[in-house]
């Protein structure tokens, strides 16, 4: 019964420690309260930028200056979180006709994002125990 619990949440891509850990993700620099924001969390660069696994994509009420995203219980491990404040609350970030953001967005690090998106590796962290992280949203 374990081996196929494991084997279910490996393909979900959620590593597995077997310790629950809890993420704070505080949200800055929220231009407005229109809308909501929307944290993704990523456990590999497999699917970085792409959908994220179940359960790690919540969204919350824009607050102007400040909003949080909380995961109470993930496992330890290797992440990346990106953000956006999604202001038409359409679930999508709006882009010009080249692809540059309409719409704040961030990432952990704060990476910077010269000549397309940053990587997994620029924007990953460690998540232990209990864990808070700042994303400042782009102007």
Not at 100 to 105: F, R
Not at 124 to 139: G, H, P
Request: net charge negative; proline share 6%.
């Amino acid at each position: 019964m374990r081996a196929t619990f494991l084997a279910i949440w490996a393909s979900l891509g959620v590593p597995f420690s077997g310790h629950a850990a809890e993420l704070t993700v505080w949200v800055t620099n929220v231009q407005s309260d229109a809308g909501q924001i929307i944290c993704s969390l990523y456990s590999d660069a497999s699917n970085f930028l792409d959908t994220p696994a179940p359960g790690l994509k919540q969204s919350a009420t824009a607050q102007t200056n400040t909003s949080r995203c909380y995961y109470p219980d993930l496992p330890d491990g290797t992440y990346a979180a990106v953000v956006m404040h999604d202001e038409n609350s359409d679930g999508e970030l709006e882009s010009n006709l080249i692809g540059y953001p309409l719409e704040s967005w961030g990432m952990s690090n704060d990476p910077l994002a010269l000549f397309g998106p940053p990587t997994f590796e620029e924007a990953a962290f460690t998540l232990e125990d209990s864990t808070e992280i700042t994303v400042k949203l782009s102007d």
